[in-house]
């Protein structure tokens, strides 16, 4: 017999398949034992040696392998092929070592990007052994992350009271969070003004044209800064005789398919496309990786997912060609296969791109097989490798230059038309357009087409539009674009992304508003505190380059224990210096660095200090610090006790800043001629279509959760106040589809069918393709609940997986029975769940019987009570009326002898 050592059961279960019956495949539920959470795992004075510990999990697992390799003489250590799955193989070693399992057993180390049966065959004809450099890197890394988190935690529970804990890369990605909420907060918008005008060629055919030249003078962003100048320009256009097309511009441009994903990048496009965050992702991929069986055959559908390379084996690249050769035809098939490299920034390109296991097995094929987040996922996959493999799009740029009265105003026009789509025909990169707009990328040209024009010809002037803008803080940061930013600086690796993001929701540092990060006050004053007195480590550079000196590790380039050296000597400097901090001096560096956040300057009122004390008014206002955490309190203490929470004043305020004492008027409807206002009533913000008229009300409509009053402009207004809005029609049975928003928040409706809007998910821009899948994910009625697992053999009676309020479980019939930690809900199987049932049906009823004895134990003491009690009313008949007070007495007597 050989024994075959992977992570996971799902993972067990598909390579048991392909191996047979002379191997057995073990699970060992990831990592079997970790460092202490305890002070001295890691010790620094005996040159970092460590002490592991295996926990109750690991002790079970590594029974069960030990039991079996006993009886072996092959252990295939067959774990990820990553640092990390190579440090769970030699954690295994070690353990099996010291138990004394391992004499005249041959140990090998094989390694495989994906699951499928060539590949596990290939990777058994080709063993290794145990690589020491990957070891070397874990273990540096591991105790990098022990000595910066329990060396600098307790430093920040003493100085810093109700912070939770730093981490050597969470810490650095939690500072990323905060410095672009202080540069939103430090924004101030500026106001500019741009001109569009509609025209009609000679043919009567009309297209848009915005203003960039005045009297000769190129216009720049800010020129027209105010309403008294777009006018003046609205003016000058409107005063021109003849407008004619002064100069076309035409040009054939090409673009380049994007690579294959990445982790990063998968991530980053699961956010934008699917509303994934980066935990639900991976833990998607995961399932796709392991495997699922697809009709009798378990297979791993893509290959690894946790990689930063970008390229792609060459039978992949083969069958890609092939693929689209076939199903889309040769012009869409380039010369040669497309070569990618990758951009991130300490990149290891051990691994392929992530992948599809086999091209040819297209979504719509194994739908039926998958999850509706595997095939959301699969299906995102497997066209972004088709199409980075695929030909080019083409496009025809044209740039139309228009001049008002030989030159007085210029006006320019941009389009583009997609001559060959390319690529384009089956994938296109989502992008995040509230980031474009911030960095400026705001122009699409191809979303413009322009009708045939030529020069010198004259055009008819129809509309021209005055629009006011004002400039836009950054965004804060989305999941993907955090993830992006991390990558380029090269913090953190790609199998680390999700845990870091996670954990700072953990720990209440940052929370999540509208899928963008926003960072708590506790999150500030943590990275606040590190800035100030361990600077060094929370900058961006120092971070990734420990990321590279990791790297040389596993090369076999340094020693991992120099690297700990050169690190813990600085370190542990800085905190022995941190450690002789006063409170007094922590309160000084986080006042001075978070002042302009905890007291910002009111613009309406400029001369208001923001720091006076309201209650004593002479006092200065400043950061205090009690055992549970940091709040605002007055200098003038113990004489003035004023104090309150650690926030900025008004947050929390849901107007975001405007003034809705009275009401807000937003312009007027052009069908109604009624003003629209937006109000503050005392169930939040509102929009009202003009007046009350006798007893007539006038239309209302509440602000959907997510959108702030100051997004709310006049055109959204008047959407928002037309809803319920018409979708479009179910194409099966063509009733119509609507949306509007409810007592609940925002809806899609087919019938009687009602789906709440998910987040993302735009109440006023919702189109049929997106409704129609959220009406087909609305639950059924009558439907039974959970997941399905298979029929019972017993009965035929379905068996299903869910979730309760105590945790996942598995039913049939009236029959529960709780899912235990060691497996995993989302892919339990009939197989797993049928002990389970059995060993619940077998507690219950041991449970019978013993119901049944108590039962019969309290009727026998009932039954005395009677009888004595008989014998009481008697006895009390005999007794006189004088009496009758102690015959109530007797009757006491019995129930306390029943006792």
Same mark, same amino acid.
């Given at each position: 017999?050989?024994?075959?050592?992977?992570?996971?059961?799902?993972?067990?279960?598909?390579?048991?398949?392909?191996?047979?019956?002379?191997?057995?495949?073990?699970?060992?539920?990831?990592?079997?034992?970790?460092?202490?959470?305890?002070?001295?795992?890691?010790?620094?004075?005996?040159?970092?040696?460590?002490?592991?510990?295996?926990?109750?999990?690991?002790?079970?697992?590594?029974?069960? +392998?030990?039991?079996?390799?006993?009886?072996?003489?092959?252990?295939?250590?067959?774990?990820?092929?990553?640092?990390?799955?190579?440090?769970?193989?030699?954690?295994?070693?070690?353990?099996?070592?010291?138990?004394?399992?391992?004499?005249?057993?041959?140990?090998?180390?094989?390694?495989?990007?994906?699951?499928?049966? #060539?590949?596990?065959?290939?990777?058994?004809?080709?063993?290794?052994?145990?690589?020491?450099?990957?070891?070397?890197?874990?273990?540096?890394?591991?105790? /990098?992350?022990?000595?910066?988190?329990?060396?600098?935690?307790?430093?920040?529970?003493?100085?810093?009271?109700?912070?939770?804990?730093?981490?050597?890369?969470?810490?650095?990605?939690?500072?990323?969070?905060?410095?672009?909420?202080?540069?939103?907060?430090?924004?101030? $918008?500026?106001?500019?003004?741009?001109?569009?005008?509609?025209?009609?060629?000679?043919?009567?055919?009309?297209?848009?044209?915005?203003?960039?030249?005045?009297?000769?003078?190129?216009?720049?962003?800010?020129?027209?800064?105010?309403?008294?100048?777009?006018?003046?320009?609205?003016? #000058?256009?409107?005063?021109?005789?003849? +407008?004619?097309?002064?100069?076309?511009?035409?040009?054939?441009?090409?673009?380049?398919?994007?690579?294959?994903?990445?982790?990063?990048?998968?991530?980053?496009?699961?956010?934008?496309?699917?509303?994934?965050?980066?935990?639900?992702?991976?833990?998607?991929?995961?399932?796709?990786?392991?495997?699922?069986?697809?009709?009798?055959?378990?297979?791993?559908?893509?290959?690894?997912?946790?990689?930063?390379?970008?390229?792609?084996?060459?039978?992949? /690249?083969?069958?890609?060609?092939?693929?689209?050769?076939?199903?889309?035809?040769?012009?869409?098939?380039?010369?040669?296969?497309?070569?990618?490299?990758?951009?991130?920034?300490?990149?290891?390109?051990?691994?392929?791109?992530?992948?599809?296991?086999?091209?040819?097995?297209?979504? @719509?094929?194994?739908?039926?097989?998958?999850?509706?987040?595997?095939? #959301? *996922?699969?299906?995102?996959?497997?066209?972004?490798?088709?199409?980075?493999?695929?030909?080019?799009?083409?496009?025809?740029?044209?740039?139309?230059?228009?001049?008002?009265?030989?030159?007085?105003?210029?006006?320019?026009?941009?389009?583009?038309?997609?001559?060959?789509?390319?690529?384009?025909?089956?994938?296109?990169?989502?992008?995040?357009?509230?980031?474009?707009?911030?960095?400026?990328?705001?122009?699409?040209?191809?979303?413009?087409?322009?009708? @045939?024009?030529?020069?010198?010809?004259?055009?008819?002037?129809?509309?021209?539009?005055?629009?006011?803008?004002?400039?836009?803080? =950054?965004?804060?940061?989305?999941?993907?674009?955090?993830?992006?930013?991390?990558?380029?600086?090269?913090?953190?690796?790609?199998?680390?992304?999700?845990?870091?993001?996670?954990?700072?929701?953990?720990?209440?540092?940052?929370?999540?508003?509208?899928?963008?990060?926003?960072?708590?006050?506790?999150?500030? *004053?943590?990275?606040?505190?590190?800035?100030?007195?361990?600077?060094?480590?929370?900058?961006?550079?120092?971070?990734?380059?420990?990321?590279?000196?990791?790297?040389?590790?596993?090369?076999?380039?340094?020693?991992?224990?120099?690297?700990?050296?050169?690190?813990?000597?600085?370190?542990?400097?800085?905190?022995?210096?941190?450690?002789?901090?006063?409170?007094?001096?922590?309160?000084?560096?986080?006042?001075?660095?978070?002042?302009?956040?905890?007291?910002?300057?009111? $613009?309406?009122? $400029?001369?208001?200090?923001?720091?006076?004390? =309201?209650?004593?008014?002479?006092?200065?206002?400043?950061?205090?610090?009690?055992? &549970?955490?940091?709040?605002?309190?007055?200098?003038?203490?113990?004489?003035?006790?004023?104090?309150?929470?650690?926030?900025?004043?008004?947050?929390?305020?849901?107007?975001?800043? +405007?003034?809705?004492?009275?009401?807000?008027?937003?312009?007027?409807?052009?069908?109604?001629?009624?003003?629209?206002?937006?109000?503050?009533?005392?169930?939040? +913000?509102?929009?009202?279509?003009?007046? =009350?008229?006798?007893?007539?009300?006038?239309?209302?409509?509440?602000?959907?959760?997510?959108?702030?009053?100051?997004?709310?402009?006049?055109?959204?207004?008047?959407?928002?106040?037309? *809803?319920?809005?018409?979708?479009?029609?179910?194409?099966?049975?063509?009733?119509?589809?609507?949306?509007?928003?409810?007592?609940?928040?925002?809806?899609?409706?087919?019938?009687?069918?009602?789906?709440?809007? &998910?987040?993302?998910?735009?109440?006023?821009?919702?189109?049929?393709?997106?409704?129609?899948?959220?009406?087909?994910?609305?639950?059924?009625?009558?439907?039974?609940?959970?997941?399905?697992?298979?029929?019972?053999?017993?009965?035929?009676? $379905?068996?299903?997986?869910?979730?309760?309020?105590?945790?996942?479980?598995?039913?049939?019939?009236? *029959?529960?029975?709780?899912?235990?930690?060691?497996?995993?809900?989302?892919?339990?199987?009939?197989?797993?769940? /049928?002990?389970?049932?059995?060993?619940?049906?077998?507690?219950?009823?041991?449970?019978?019987?013993?119901?049944?004895?108590?039962?019969?134990?309290?009727?026998?003491?009932?039954?005395? #009570?009677?009888?004595?009690?008989?014998?009481?009313?008697?006895?009390?008949?005999?007794?006189? &009326?004088?009496?009758?007070? =102690?015959?109530?007495?007797?009757?006491?007597?019995?129930?306390?002898?029943?006792?």
């Amino acid at each position: 017999m050989n024994v075959v050592v992977v992570e996971s059961p799902a993972k067990a279960k598909t390579i048991n398949k392909y191996l047979g019956k002379d191997f057995q495949v073990l699970a060992s539920y990831g990592h079997v034992r970790d460092l202490p959470a305890k002070d001295g795992s890691v010790r620094p004075d005996e040159d970092f040696s460590m002490s592991w510990q295996v926990d109750e999990r690991g002790e079970k697992r590594l029974k069960e +392998i030990a039991d079996a390799v006993k009886r072996s003489k092959h252990l295939y250590l067959a774990t990820d092929p990553d640092r990390e799955g190579e440090a769970i193989s030699w954690h295994i070693v070690e353990e099996l070592k010291r138990r004394d399992v391992l004499d005249g057993v041959d140990v090998e180390r094989v390694v495989f990007n994906e699951i499928t049966k #060539k590949a596990i065959a290939e990777a058994f004809d080709h063993p290794r052994s145990l690589n020491r450099e990957l070891i070397d890197a874990y273990m540096a890394r591991r105790a /990098l992350d022990y000595l910066v988190g329990f060396t600098l935690s307790p430093v920040l529970w003493r100085k810093l009271p109700g912070s939770r804990s730093a981490g050597r890369v969470q810490s650095v990605a939690l500072r990323l969070i905060c410095e672009r909420e202080a540069e939103i907060e430090v924004f101030r $918008p500026q106001e500019y003004w741009s001109i569009e005008v509609s025209l009609l060629n000679s043919a009567g055919a009309g297209f848009t044209a915005r203003l960039t030249h005045l009297d000769g003078t190129k216009l720049d962003k800010f020129d027209l800064g105010n309403e008294a100048a777009a006018k003046a320009a609205t003016a #000058k256009l409107e005063a021109a005789t003849q +407008i004619a097309v002064s100069q076309v511009e035409r040009k054939q441009t090409k673009r380049n398919p994007y690579p294959p994903f990445t982790t990063s990048t998968l991530q980053q496009e699961a956010s934008r496309k699917l509303g994934f965050g980066a935990t639900r992702t991976m833990r998607v991929a995961q399932k796709l990786y392991e495997g699922l069986d697809l009709g009798g055959e378990t297979v791993g559908l893509i290959t690894y997912m946790r990689t930063d390379g970008v390229q792609m084996a060459e039978e992949a /690249l083969s069958s890609t060609r092939s693929l689209i050769s076939t199903d889309y035809g040769d012009p869409y098939l380039p010369e040669g296969p497309r070569q990618y490299k990758s951009k991130a920034k300490n990149a290891q390109e051990a691994h392929e791109a992530i992948r599809p296991t086999d091209l040819f097995r297209r979504p @719509k094929d194994i739908a039926a097989f998958l999850d509706d987040d595997g095939r #959301k *996922l699969y299906d995102l996959i497997w066209r972004r490798t088709v199409a980075s493999q695929m030909a080019s799009a083409e496009l025809d740029q044209v740039a139309v230059d228009i001049k008002a009265d030989g030159g007085v105003a210029q006006l320019r026009a941009t389009g583009s038309i997609v001559t060959f789509d390319g690529f384009l025909t089956l994938y296109q990169e989502s992008r995040d357009d509230r980031d474009n707009e911030a960095n400026g990328d705001t122009d699409k040209p191809g979303d413009r087409r322009l009708p @045939k024009l030529s020069e010198g010809e004259a055009l008819t002037r129809q509309e021209i539009r005055p629009e006011q803008h004002f400039t836009q803080p =950054p965004p804060r940061y989305t999941e993907a674009s955090l993830v992006k930013k991390m990558e380029e600086l090269g913090i953190g690796r790609p199998s680390t992304y999700a845990s870091i993001l996670q954990v700072l929701q953990d720990r209440n540092y940052v929370q999540l508003d509208r899928r963008r990060f926003v960072p708590e006050d506790r999150g500030r *004053l943590v990275v606040a505190f590190l800035a100030s007195f361990f600077e060094r480590y929370v900058q961006y550079n120092f971070t990734a380059e420990m990321e590279e000196k990791l790297d040389d590790i596993s090369g076999g380039r340094i020693d991992w224990r120099l690297v700990l050296r050169d690190f813990w000597s600085a370190f542990s400097t800085s905190v022995e210096g941190a450690s002789g901090l006063s409170i007094t001096q922590v309160i000084d560096a986080l006042d001075e660095d978070l002042g302009p956040h905890f007291f910002p300057h009111d $613009p309406k009122n $400029p001369d208001r200090n923001p720091r006076a004390c =309201p209650s004593c008014g002479d006092g200065r206002l400043g950061l205090r610090f009690s055992r &549970t955490g940091g709040f605002v309190g007055c200098s003038n203490y113990p004489d003035c006790r004023y104090t309150r929470a650690l926030a900025v004043p008004g947050e929390g305020d849901d107007t975001d800043g +405007i003034d809705l004492t009275n009401p807000k008027p937003l312009g007027e409807d052009p069908g109604t001629g009624k003003t629209i206002t937006l109000r503050k009533g005392p169930f939040g +913000i509102y929009l009202q279509a003009g007046e =009350p008229e006798g007893d007539t009300k006038p239309k209302r409509a509440s602000l959907p959760k997510g959108l702030s009053p100051a997004e709310v402009d006049l055109a959204k207004a008047l959407a928002l106040l037309a *809803l319920p809005r018409e979708v479009g029609n179910h194409p099966e049975d063509g009733k119509t589809i609507s949306a509007g928003i409810g007592r609940y928040g925002p809806y899609v409706k087919h019938g009687s069918t009602y789906r709440s809007l &998910t987040e993302g998910d735009d109440v006023l821009t919702i189109g049929l393709n997106r409704a129609v899948a959220l009406i087909a994910e609305a639950p059924k009625r009558g439907a039974a609940a959970g997941r399905p697992l298979g029929d019972h053999p017993d009965d035929g009676k $379905p068996v299903t997986q869910g979730k309760g309020r105590f945790g996942p479980y598995v039913k049939h019939l009236r *029959l529960y029975a709780s899912i235990p930690g060691d497996i995993d809900p989302e892919t339990i199987t009939l197989e797993q769940a /049928l002990p389970l049932l059995a060993a619940q049906a077998e507690k219950k009823a041991a449970k019978k019987p013993a119901a049944k004895k108590k039962a019969a134990a309290k009727k026998k003491p009932a039954a005395k #009570k009677s009888a004595k009690k008989k014998t009481a009313k008697k006895a009390a008949t005999k007794k006189t &009326t004088a009496k009758k007070a =102690p015959a109530k007495k007797a009757k006491a007597v019995p129930s306390t002898v029943a006792d």
